[in-house]
């Protein structure tokens, strides 16, 4: 597992990879190896996504009748959804790669989507952690939700247009796959799985 000081490094090389900046290529680790250790990621994000899972944890008490039971099989089912949500997008795009003929960018595209997935899910949990300390804040943290939402698939579609050298119709495109995919089905799995209120 990458200590803080080689996620932080990798983290440092897709932000200038953001900013267009070729050196970033230089900071992350491109090789087979590199991309296997991207999936570390996940585990780095887990005490981002207990922020949220906590956060909603409440919000669906809040909209249940009382009594409703949301124990550790509740967070198991939003622990499901999240590793399939992350996933869902990473095996779309390697299956169409040799459809769309992307596939020499294919090891670069997705070892920098998962570091920069630190970073975007750090930043989610954010109007999360509002609206848990400050449950008043409600309204304010959901527009502070928009607002990172919107400022992640802008920064995604950076991140993807330099590592698909800069074909900005193809990473429009691989920024959607990224993005619908697993809203549609983490809704769906919401709705199977029992985690929305109502």
Known sequence: MPWLDEVLHYINGVYLLVRQKQEGFGWLDLTPRGLARSFWSFVWCLPAFAVIWASWRLYYIAGMPAGTAAGPVFLVKLLVIDVLGWLLPLALVTALAPVLGYGKHLLVLLTASNWISVPFTYAAALPFALSLILPATAPFAGLLLY??????????????????????????AITALFVLPPMIVGQELQRLLGTLPG
């Open 147 to 172: 607002a990172v939402f919107g400022a992640s698939v802008m920064l995604q579609f950076r991140l993807l247009w330099m590592c698909l050298g800069k074909q900005t119709l193809l990473s429009a």
